[in-house]
């Protein structure tokens, strides 16, 4: 979510995405991470709140520690993107078909769109699309962010490699990034080899409530029971139990909440 094109510290996560990949089957699965969802959000200090100021705390650095730490996971690599970037590799890719609600538009006419139902949206369109959350829940603003992901990653399957490589060039100076161009080079050669599989909103079982100076938060019910769920769906491992340290924070979450 920022403001001035940087792309560091200081910046409230607007999006958070879990991607898992098998190389072997080209399956992929895309978790959404609750933006206000409670947990150790520092986890240098043993701090508490929403899981997007772990990113404005520290960076892509705090927000992957605050994963790995709350949800036993091992994340390395990251991509962080602003949503000018987003609009672009839309646009270069062509856009998105999107079958609009009346709650979706805004009244106000548009030389591209006039009403609800089925529509073609650029760029700036379809990143409009995936902030609104005005009209609905934050949950569903994350489902039309991972329908929108679907699309695109549909249309990046079916392009040549001349676009991809004009949609890399493109967005390559706007993103901080892990991985390196080589790595992202041989994803676009190898794109038709992946699929996404499934996709799905973290914590799958929540409830909601005002803590105070925290605000509006999203809460586990269990974060243990939760994160075994999350591990089965991204890894298929139906036999995973939760760390220990992450049973710990699932119980302070729990006093946390019935404090407040």
Known sequence: DSRNGKLGKDNNADVQMLCSINRDTGEIRLVSLYRDTLLMNDTANNGYGKLNQSYFL????????????????????????????????????????????????????????????????DGVQAVAYMRLRQMDTDFKRTERQRSVTQQVFDKARKADIATLIQVFHTVAP????????????????????????GTAGFPFEQTTANLGKIGSVVIPSTLESNVEELHRFLYGNDTYICSGQVQDISREIIKRAVKN
């Open 58 to 121: 520290q960076g892509p650095s705090g927000n992957i520690s605050a994963i790995n730490t709350n949800l036993d996971m091992k994340v390395e690599d990251f991509v962080s993107f602003n949503w000018n970037s987003a609009a672009d590799a839309i646009n270069l890719l062509g856009g998105v078909d999107i079958e609009l609600s009346k709650a979706d538009t805004t009244g106000i006419p548009s030389t591209h769109l006039d009403g609800p139902g089925m529509q073609h949206l």
């Open 174 to 197: 706007q993103i901080m990034t892990s991985i390196s161009e080589e790595e992202f080079m041989e994803i676009a050669y190898n794109i038709k080899d992946y699929h996404i599989s």
